[in-house]
């Protein structure tokens, strides 16, 4: 990449600057690359189809590096950063919705109000749910 690149310019319309223009020449022409700067939106759009985490890119000067991360929000993953089963049960369950409410996990798991907010807060501190609004609009979404 050139020099003056950066990871957010990657995510911008920009232009295609090749190292060897040759060579990424005839990979267009033999069809391994279907359109010049498409690369990053075609990854991350792939990885979230999949049910993954978005890439991390990271750069210094004209190296980058694509990170992919598997999905945290699995069992074993989730009792290795120290939650209990409850807990873990709750962000596997309300996954696909992507958040929890105070008054669903009541629900789901038949608690006190106070027992919900203080497991939620946890899963928070953990970084795994982010807290979303005020005291009874409050709704947690997962952290990717």
């Not at 596997?92 to 798991?109: C, Q």
Request: proline letters at 4%.
């Amino acid at each position: 990449m050139p020099e003056d690149w950066t990871v957010k310019y990657l995510y911008d319309e920009h232009p295609s600057r090749p190292y060897n223009p040759d060579i990424a020449n005839a990979f267009f022409c033999s069809g391994y690359v279907e359109a010049w700067g498409r690369g990053i939106d075609k990854m991350s759009e792939k990885c979230v189809a999949a049910g993954l985490p978005v890439p991390q890119i990271t750069n210094d000067g004209s190296d980058f590096w694509i990170t992919f991360r598997k999905d945290i929000y699995n069992r074993e993953e989730l009792s290795n950063r120290g939650l209990n089963e409850r807990q873990i049960d709750a962000l596997l369950f309300f996954k696909a919705k992507g958040v929890i409410t105070t008054s669903e996990y009541m629900k789901k798991y038949d608690m006190a109000e106070r027992t919900a907010r203080e497991d939620l807060s946890e899963i928070v501190a953990k970084g795994l749910l982010l807290k979303k609004g005020e005291t009874k609009s409050v709704k947690y979404v997962y952290a990717e």
